[in-house]
């Protein structure tokens, strides 16, 4: 291919696909002892752009792109600057690590200087391949990129992102849920549950929160913390929030006509939602359908949606307002709070995360930003709630700073509907959640406390060494809750979140092995007193493994047991 048959892009003027590789072959030729790098560049929600600015603004910042672009690399050993589709940028170049941040930098301020005249942030992402092998292919090296892309796309805090082995199984992983999604959809896969939110003057229900819950019949339960963050990219959150609304106004339906007590089932908002035009009409269409009070469906609205468009933010939540729903601002403290939000929005109940209890060594200014915000909630003629409570150290503190409301495991962990309603029933009837089968030095243990202090914490009593976990049974379920390090080099686990170990042991083959120790050790250790003892087979790494295990009840919350499980592997000395 000659220069004068090379195909450039119409809008931006910088190389075509087929055109782009045959370049960068040439320059692999003419630099034979360089390392290169294959990087993309993609702009982030164009779409949302081309609709609130329309098709030429969105033209007008390709363009500007481009010719960022052509001036940054400009003399730039080895570069080739191409537009693939749409919003995707391609350039190649000669790489030296230290110059890429650099690059990045550039192209970013001069972005920058474009989202000031529109009055809207622009955020781009970066993929980086570093070229190992010349005679790759050019689409496998622009997917490798492409992978490095997608993995950081949309994310506020990593703007780009190296390729490595790992990310093609992240990827196809999301490539399966993006192609199931639609089916569970349909077969009502995804479970409503309800997470409750107590008073914390008399321990009452006050209200719920809404959740979805993802159970695959070939998958099990799948992780929100999987889903979510690939729904909220590709846009499908819209329609699973659709469903999740309406299963939250079917339920309040279902109890008024039992002639249940009702309390007010709050339901999360998307950023993408606010793109919606028909968001408001669709949310009063299911009340009017169910006919439910407006006041019994509150409204989450996520933080970080007034970083994306203040003015969509404040419209919709007026709107909303105005029709009776009650407006909450959702995950407060989590991150970029705004005094300025706060002052315009039309906001009843803030809900504040945690994160601002965390201890550290800033824990008594975390106290006092906590305490703060609370009383400035007040003033301002808002409720406060603390979501993510799970320690009675917590619920104290909170009492004391003025703190009436608060949501997390330490009441209840998300549960299903049914179960809600009878959780409902007992609390709110004075109904005593401990079970007496435990003894008065169990009664009131906090399982936080009992983890630390067994260990992690200065009393530890010396089991640190050995595998620990700290397990929630639900009878035809379990849960875990913690384990420490020692559990995942015993087992030989890659370290990940609590929620992931039921899923992965299931993969390694030691569900069932597992799972029917645990009961046996439950059954034995169920009245508090007793320790249930027992061993066990557990394959690591294809080999059999014997392990001893020592279990205890150490405390029952509000009808599910908690256990404490110390386990040791005894192959060597079993074998001697």
């Not at 339920?251 to 035009?277: A, C, H, T, W």
């Not at 990940?496 to 799972?515: A, F, K, V």
């Not at 087979?537 to 059999?544: L, V």
Request: proline residues 3%.
């Amino acid at each position: 291919m000659d220069k004068d048959s090379l195909q450039y892009d119409q809008l931006t003027g910088l190389l075509g696909r087929d055109s782009f590789h045959h370049c960068t072959r040439r320059q692999f030729k003419k630099y034979p002892d360089e390392t290169f790098a294959l990087m993309l560049v993609d702009i982030n929600r164009l779409t949302m752009i081309n609709e609130l600015f329309g098709l030429n603004e969105g033209d007008k910042l390709l363009k500007y792109l481009g010719n960022t672009l052509q001036r940054v690399f400009l003399g730039v050993q080895g570069s080739n600057c191409a537009r693939l589709q749409a919003d995707l940028f391609a350039v190649s170049f000669v790489y030296h690590k230290e110059d890429v941040e650099k690059y990045i930098s550039l192209i970013e301020s001069e972005i920058k200087k474009y989202s000031l005249s529109l009055n809207i942030d622009i955020l781009l992402s970066f993929g980086i391949y570093i070229v190992e092998d010349k005679e790759m292919e050019g689409p496998l090296m622009r997917d490798r990129a492409s992978l490095a892309l997608k993995s950081i796309k949309g994310n506020y805090i990593r703007h780009y992102a190296f390729y490595d082995a790992d990310m093609r199984e992240r990827v196809l992983k999301e490539q399966r849920i993006t192609q199931t999604m639609s089916r569970a959809l349909e077969k009502k896969e995804f479970l409503v549950y309800f997470q409750p939110k107590h008073s914390l003057e008399d321990g009452t229900i006050i209200g719920a929160e809404a959740l979805v819950r993802w159970i695959s019949p070939e998958k099990g339960t799948i992780s929100p913390g999987e889903f979510i963050p690939i729904f909220e990219e590709n846009g499908f959150i819209m329609k699973l929030d659709m469903y999740v609304w309406e299963e939250a106004c079917r339920f309040l339906r279902e109890q008024m006509d039992k002639g249940n007590d009702i309390v007010p089932i709050s339901v999360n908002i998307s950023r993408i939602d606010l793109y919606n035009p028909e968001l408001c009409s669709f949310i009063k269409g299911l009340v009017e359908k169910y006919d439910i009070p407006r006041s019994k469906l509150e409204l989450e609205f996520t933080e970080s949606a007034f970083m994306d468009n203040p003015q969509l933010l404040i419209q919709t939540m007026s709107a909303l307002r105005d029709y009776g729903f009650t407006v909450e601002i959702d995950d407060f403290g989590s991150g970029y709070s705004s005094l300025n939000m706060l002052k315009d929005a039309p906001v009843d109940v803030l809900k504040i995360d945690l994160h601002f209890l965390s201890k550290g060594d800033n824990g008594e200014r975390a106290d006092s930003i906590m305490s703060a915000i609370v009383r400035m909630a007040k003033m301002l003629g808002m409720l406060s709630i603390v979501e993510g409570v799970e320690t009675q150290a917590q619920i104290d503190f909170l009492k004391t700073i003025g703190c009436t409301m608060a949501q997390g495991y330490y009441f209840a962990k998300p549960m299903p509907w049914d179960e809600f309603v009878e959780y409902i029933i007992s609390c709110n009837a004075g109904i005593e959640p401990r079970d007496p089968r435990l003894s008065d030095s169990f009664k009131s243990i906090d399982p936080e406390i009992f983890w630390n202090e067994t260990v992690g914490g200065p009393t530890g009593i010396g089991v640190m060494c050995d595998a620990c976990m700290l397990i929630e049974d639900y009878g035809d379920r379990r849960e875990v809750l913690k384990v420490n390090e020692t559990y995942f080099e015993t087992f030989g686990f890659p370290n990940m979140d609590c929620s992931e170990l039921e899923e992965h042991i299931h993969r390694t083959g030691n569900q069932d092995e597992l799972g029917k120790f645990l009961r046996d050790i439950f059954e034995t250790a169920a009245d508090g007193r007793s320790n249930g003892t027992g061993v066990f087979t557990f394959f690591k790494n294809g080999e059999p493994r014997d392990m001893y295990a020592r279990g205890r009840l150490i405390s029952v919350r509000h009808g599910r047991n908690i256990y404490f499980v110390v386990m040791q592997d005894l192959t060597n000395k079993l074998n001697i």
